[in-house]
């Protein structure tokens, strides 16, 4: 497969009243082309920021400090804002959290569908293609063209307006879907939903994706490969066997892993002990030495440097290479 995405160095940072809040520091990344890439960690490490930062939306007062964001091959982090219009949507596209607030609420779905083609007039040939690649799109997530289309926001259900706006975003035949948490705001039932016909899109459209959540469960369900962000900083990056079964791994990695309920132990769940932290007043050294077991002296007192265990698997912790003590983990995570 060839390399559709990779960042390296980025950096975007927030001012605050506090400080400089760093919210992803320095961050490499790389996403071939038909990867479904789990990017997941706790709330406020950085994962959301991350994915705004590949379509141009950080809010203010953030700011992309530094690094790279090529794009086959393109510098992203370059682009003007004349530039960004014809990559959002039409390259890259992104569901957001809780999208399905996100319509218009006195409009038809049809009529925010003309918005977007009328918007994108190069894509299709004419409008009529554009339509029926809709159309298309609402029968793979399985909804009646016809029905969804005439409907106001308020007649369609909350799972219903997340597949309509997961057929939206690929209305411009993107190549690369970023999906922020997106089965977030839904029942079991709708979040199940949701995942298959994720799986199938990517099957049927060969379209490559970033999908960004906390839950691991889904992670293990639906990504061949996995970044892991901790309080900024990606900690880990690799293949599914390797972020959940490799020999060495990062203690935070253990750490959700044993803290997520398991079908298959009938070892209890066990939540990680302390809590991210302040992004305006890092420690010195390694930025989860104060929540793991497996800290030392030296962890607390300089950056931990990376680790590549394979070509396509490093890990930021050297302590696991050294000591191997792998006693703190469960034998499988699902």
Not at 12 to 20: H, S
Not at 165 to 176: D, E, F, T, W
Not at 188 to 209: D, F, G, S, W, Y
Not at 223 to 236: K, L, S
């Amino acid at each position: 497969m060839s390399l559709l995405l990779q960042i390296q160095g980025l950096t975007v940072a927030f001012r605050t009243r506090r400080g400089i809040l760093r919210a992803v520091d320095d961050v490499d990344l790389e996403v071939n082309d038909g990867d479904v890439l789990g990017l997941v960690g706790e709330s406020g490490c950085g994962k959301s920021t991350l994915a705004f930062a590949l379509l141009g939306l950080v809010p203010e007062p953030g700011t992309v400090e530094g690094g790279r964001i090529e794009f086959q091959g393109r510098d992203l982090a370059r682009l003007s804002e004349a530039d960004w219009r014809r990559v959002r949507a039409e390259q890259i596209s992104m569901v957001f959290q809780a999208s399905m607030n996100s319509f218009n609420p006195v409009i038809t779905i049809a009529a925010q569908v003309r918005h977007v083609l009328s918007a994108h007039p190069g894509v299709w040939r004419d409008e009529q293609a554009g339509w029926a690649h809709m159309e298309e799109l609402l029968r793979l997530v399985r909804l009646d063209p016809r029905s969804v289309l005439a409907a106001y926001p308020h007649q369609l259900s909350g799972g219903m307006k997340q597949r309509v706006s997961i057929a939206l975003s690929l209305l411009l035949k993107p190549q690369l879907l970023v999906l922020d948490e997106p089965t977030t705001a839904l029942d079991v039932l709708n979040q199940r939903l949701v995942l298959e016909i994720i799986k199938r899109l990517h099957a049927e459209l060969q379209i490559t994706v970033i999908f960004v959540t906390h839950d691991l469960a889904i992670i293990a369900e639906i990504a061949n490969r996995i970044g892991v962000m901790y309080a900024g900083q990606m900690v880990e990056s690799g293949s599914l066997d390797q972020v959940f079964y490799a020999p060495h791994r990062h203690p935070y990695v253990l750490g959700l892993i044993r803290a997520a309920p398991s079908a298959f132990s009938d070892q209890r769940a066990e939540p990680i002990a302390g809590s991210v932290p302040d992004l305006t007043a890092l420690p010195l050294g390694c930025r989860f030495a104060d929540r793991c077991p497996m800290a030392t002296d030296g962890c607390r007192a300089e950056e931990p440097a990376v680790v590549q265990e394979a070509s396509d698997h490093w890990v930021r912790c050297p302590v696991v290479f050294e000591r191997g003590d792998l006693r703190w983990q469960r034998q499988t995570p699902y």
